[in-house]
């Protein structure tokens, strides 16, 4: 079984920063964050290979996030840099054992609680 927990939400002005991680128990293979909006769809945000060897971003967050794994502390990060106000949301880490570099939501087999993520202007 894999358990995800997402800590580092908060809130801050636009144009700041925030570093979320996912700290993760059991084996994963595929991660990606993602995040949802009140009154909208979870969407993908980042994706990470196995081994950290290729990442892919949304088009919204590509050049501001970037994301990152630990594989001694089984440890997932996001590094958000110039926050704007529509990237507050609701984060979530994802995980699965097979499916990799999925923005499918249904592909993703765990998820963490999430953490909340709130940019004012």
């Known amino acids: 079984q894999v358990q995800l927990v997402e800590s580092g939400g908060g809130s801050v002005q636009a144009g700041g920063s925030l570093r979320l991680s996912c700290a993760a128990s059991g084996y994963t293979v595929c991660m990606g964050w993602f995040r949802q909006a009140p009154g909208k769809e979870r969407e993908g945000v980042a994706l990470?290979?196995?081994?950290?060897?290729?990442?892919t971003y949304a088009a919204s967050v590509k050049g501001r996030f970037t994301i990152s794994q630990d594989n001694a502390k089984n440890t997932l990060y996001l590094q958000m840099n110039s926050l704007k106000p529509e990237d507050t949301a609701m984060y979530y880490c994802?995980?699965?054992?097979?499916?990799?570099?999925?923005?499918?939501?249904?592909?993703?087999?765990?998820w963490g609680p999430g953490t909340q993520v709130t940019v004012s202007s």
């Open positions: 990470i290979y196995p081994g950290g060897t290729m990442t």
């Open positions: 994802a995980a699965d054992r097979v499916r990799c570099g999925s923005w499918s939501t249904s592909n993703y087999a765990y």
